[in-house]
């Protein structure tokens, strides 16, 4: 008796489509795989198909849990050269451009001298970062006008004449109070 039903239990499907997704991706290989396996199912008949179901892991359903603690304490060799994987090197080109812009982000000269450092809970000073939203972004993405501002403020990148000096050096810098001689 052959199989022409099946019925794929999963907590992630975005796994599982990507499982089917024949489109460039780093785990491509093996989505071609599965594609071909399925290209080999499906052609036996109209009848044969496959359906995907969500089972969440918090929903603790039994079968469902035993299959994801199997799952989850399987290791799985990384095969003969892991270093040389798509996503091994996309990962140490990251942390290599990280790196670098933390370095160069420390150097006076290239933070600027109007550079307004923050500091942590700690008091440690922010260092850049792309994770969850970078260094700044998180305190102030409640607003898109506030986070504009911050940002103007942190880089002093502000639309005053003192800013706008050092791109345009031919134009007038006196503030309109007539008072001061640059806008500050």
Partial sequence: MAIEHIILITDSLGSARQAVDPSVHPGQAYSLAVCSTLRSFFS??????????????????SLHQLVHNNVT????SAGPYPATSIDFLCSKSVISCLDTWITLFNRPTIQGRHFL????????FLQPSYFKDGSWLPHFSQS??????????????APIREYRQRFFPAECTQCPCGHCQVET
């Fill in 73 to 76: 304490n399987t290791r799985v």
């Fill in 117 to 124: 450092p923050l500091r942590d809970r700690n008091q440690q």
């Fill in 144 to 157: 898109v006008i506030l986070y504009t501002r911050a940002t103007r403020a942190i880089l002093n990148h």
């Fill in 44 to 61: 036996q008949g109209h009848s044969y198909r496959i359906n995907f179901c969500d089972c969440p892991s918090k929903a603790e359903w």
